[in-house]
């Protein structure tokens, strides 16, 4: 079936990056993108950009631009999303879903990502 | 903050129907197609309707969804306990170059 399955949780100190997995299975990876949306504790979703898988391409929120990288294998159908210079307000569930026509219809479990020193 | 305004809260008994409504502008909801999303507790978002009123295979007819101007609204109709969960509707936003998902709307079933 078709599915994203993603990295387990992380715990980092401020300052720090991480790397978070989102590996797709059941369909071309190429045929579709990969966007990345976070979700802080009680907090509703935001959308940080998504990376075409076909051409490697990439589009980010202004707000993270400078900060976080997208980036792909296609050999391994795996989507990756580093985002460094962690601070408190990163900590948040992190999700890689899948889209076409700019809707997601296949999302990852999530990746939990706390920061704290 | 989110540049789509839904109601904080909708409840109803079950069985009975409720909407929810997503304000936008020009630029995102004017513009493009609509999504809605449910999240259960604890779980991931699903997609529950794209390009303002279709239904992915396997979500009930229960749901539908309509898209005015600058406006969307979500239907469920024969609510159920299991459609508790918070619904988050989205775009494109051509302004902005960015998706948009709206503030969300927590669905309780009295």
């Known amino acids: 079936q078709v599915q994203l399955v993603q990295s387990g949780a992380e715990v980092k100190k401020p300052g720090a990056s991480v790397k978070v997995s989102c590996t797709a299975s059941?369909?071309?990876?190429?045929?579709?993108?990969i966007n990345w949306v976070r979700q802080a504790t009680g907090q509703g979703l935001e959308w940080m950009g998504w990376i075409y898988s076909n051409s490697g391409n990439t589009n980010y929120v202004q707000k993270f631009k400078g900060r976080v990288t997208m980036t792909r294998d296609t050999a391994t159908s795996t989507a990756y999303m580093e985002l460094n210079g962690l601070r408190s307000e990163d900590t948040a569930v992190y999700y890689c879903?899948?889209?076409?026509?700019?809707?997601?219809?296949?999302w990852g479990k999530g990746t939990a990502v706390t920061v704290s020193s | 903050q989110s540049v789509l305004t839904q109601p904080p809260s909708v409840s109803a008994a079950p069985g009975q129907k409720v909407t929810i409504s997503c304000s936008g502008s020009s630029s995102n909801i004017g513009h493009d197609y609509v999504s809605w999303y449910q999240q259960l507790p604890g779980t991931a978002p699903k997609l529950l309707i794209y390009?303002?009123?279709k239904r992915p295979s396997g979500i009930p007819d229960r749901f539908s969804g309509s898209q005015s101007g600058t406006s969307a609204t979500l239907g469920i109709t024969g609510l159920q306990t299991g459609d508790e969960a918070v619904y988050y509707c989205?775009?494109?936003?051509?302004?902005?170059?960015?998706?948009?998902f709206g503030t969300g709307t927590q669905v309780t079933v009295l």
């Open positions: 989205g775009t494109w936003d051509n302004s902005l170059s960015s998706y948009v």
């Open positions: 879903a899948r889209s076409g026509d700019y809707h997601m219809d296949v």
């Open positions: 390009d303002n009123n």
């Open positions: 059941g369909y071309t990876f190429t045929s579709y993108d």
